[in-house]
């Protein structure tokens, strides 16, 4: 009887670990992060559920590990490890002496003098809880790097797919959302933009992030497939009817990072749609035609696209020139120039708290103690808006260290791609899409916090690791074809 249970129990191993069950996994945790988690604040009830899930998923995820089918594919993993290790470090009670004599502590030490209390052992992170609840966010992106990883290679492609479909379901969510109540149920956070497209975010701007870096996965979807490939013509087809989508609902957003972002990313996809291997064996069987008769071809069809599109973009132009939304797009406003004079405060907080930073997630506390009395006003600001300058803030010279590291894999990977440019056929327009992809989320870094949404992150983690699986893929094949 043992024999027979430790069989059924084989058994149900091999079935939970098999190949679609690790896609089905990966599917399901990605639809509930997506769902889940649309909102950068650390106060969101679904995060109680969603961080535990995360932690499971991530286990199933070891326990289906294959070391042979990670090895070279784990860098962007050690990155996000890697950054858990510098918030452990920050985490770690420092005596008086030492925590004393750190940066901009002074003030703290002055405050415990004067309280009549004996200086304690502190950690290096000005904000301890925030900086756990920064160490806690990183289970998610940890999560679904592992899940990719363990995606056999067929499965990878449709990992890209199911990250349209759910930015799909958000683009019709905001959708829905314009046609009820600015406070009805459609709307998941209680800290939103009510009344504007959000779709599954509490951010507008974060919503639009998304449908730019889409418009661009979508550009690479459409001609990744061959041919005699089954349906598809009509993921062909389909794919470049959903960018006709997304663009309206880009300008519907009145984001002004998604209207920038959009124009980068309708460029690249046209170039990932005309060169792609659908478009080029496309043509190849047109002119392969001996009957002569005059056919559609998917090059004509990107031509007619990009002219409709053009004119799409024109006429909403001259719409929304007549609303607010319009004027929101390209007036400045309040917050703008507030943006503008947060830059010499967040120069002079870099300078102040290096090199070991304030701790991730203290910028909100930390930032009260620089914050000029003629920007005082009743809201409050909970992030930097830009998290190319928060990230050094939070995180010092090791934190920038971790970036560099991460550039200088990119710009390595970079250098194997150029040399082997003309040997990797069409895997090279998914290292373009997955590059593009990245670009646009650090650009909307620059002026806000996309990845400081763990929708966002997760999506980010997932494709940094099909940039590396792409390029390797690259190198392989240029290997194959060396004399």
């Not at 990883?149 to 959302?177: D, H, P």
């Not at 993921?235 to 998604?258: C, H, N, Q």
């Not at 009395?373 to 260290?401: K, R, T």
Request: hydrophobic share 50%; aromatic share 12%.
């Amino acid at each position: 009887m043992a024999r027979n249970v430790t069989r059924k129990f084989g058994k149900l191993r091999n079935q939970l670990s098999g190949d679609n069950a690790r896609f089905y996994a990966f599917s399901t945790f990605l639809t509930l992060v997506f769902f889940m988690g649309g909102s950068s604040r650390d106060d969101v009830q679904s995060l109680v559920f969603l961080r535990p899930l995360a932690v499971l998923f991530g286990a199933y995820a070891l326990t289906c590990m294959d070391r042979k089918a990670w090895k070279g594919r784990t860098f962007p993993l050690y990155i996000a490890l890697a950054l858990a290790g510098l918030m452990i470090f920050q985490l770690i009670p420092l005596p008086p002496h030492i925590w004393t004599a750190l940066p901009e502590r002074q003030i703290f030490a002055d405050i415990a003098d004067l309280a009549g209390i004996e200086q304690p052992w502190r950690p290096l992170t000005l904000s301890p809880s925030r900086t756990l609840n920064s160490l806690f966010s990183l289970a998610i992106p940890i999560s679904a790097m592992m899940l990719y990883l363990n995606l056999y290679e067929r499965r990878r492609k449709q990992a890209v797919a199911v990250i349209i479909t759910l930015a799909g379901i958000s683009a019709l969510w905001a959708a829905f959302q314009l046609t009820g109540s600015p406070r009805g149920p459609l709307y998941l956070y209680n800290v939103t933009n009510s009344g504007a497209a959000v779709g599954l975010f509490a951010n507008r701007n974060h919503q639009a992030v998304l449908l730019a870096a889409t418009i661009i996965m979508l550009g690479w979807y459409a001609a990744s497939h061959p041919i005699n490939t089954k349906m598809a013509t009509l993921k062909f087809y389909g794919s470049i009817a959903a960018i006709f989508v997304l663009v309206p609902l880009i300008f519907i957003t009145g984001s002004r990072a998604g209207l920038i972002l959009m124009a980068p990313a309708l460029v690249t996809t046209m170039v990932l749609i005309y060169f792609g291997r659908y478009t080029i064996e496309s043509q190849r069987l047109t002119h392969g035609n001996r009957a002569g008769k005059k056919r559609f071809t998917s090059r004509q069809a990107i031509l007619f696209s990009s002219i409709a599109l053009v004119l799409i973009i024109a006429g909403l132009s001259v719409y929304f020139s007549r609303s607010l939304a319009f004027d929101r797009l390209f007036e400045s406003s309040d917050v703008e120039e507030l943006r503008r004079q947060l830059v010499p405060i967040l120069i002079k907080m870099i300078n102040d708290y290096s090199p070991w930073g304030s701790g991730f997630g203290s910028f909100e506390h930390v930032y009260r103690i620089y914050e000029p009395q003629e920007l005082l006003n009743p809201s409050y600001l909970n992030q930097a808006h830009n998290d190319w300058l928060q990230f050094p803030i939070e995180g010092g010279l090791p934190a920038i260290a971790i970036a560099a590291g991460a550039g200088i894999w990119s710009f390595s990977k970079f250098s194997g791609l150029v040399k082997a440019w003309r040997n990797s056929r069409y895997t090279k327009y998914a290292v373009i899409m997955a590059a593009m992809v990245i670009l646009i989320f650090l650009a909307g870094s620059i002026g806000d916090y996309p990845l400081r949404v763990p929708s966002l992150i997760a999506l980010f983690a997932i494709i940094s690791c099909t940039l590396s699986d792409n390029v390797n893929d690259v190198q392989r094949n240029a290997v194959k074809v060396a004399p």
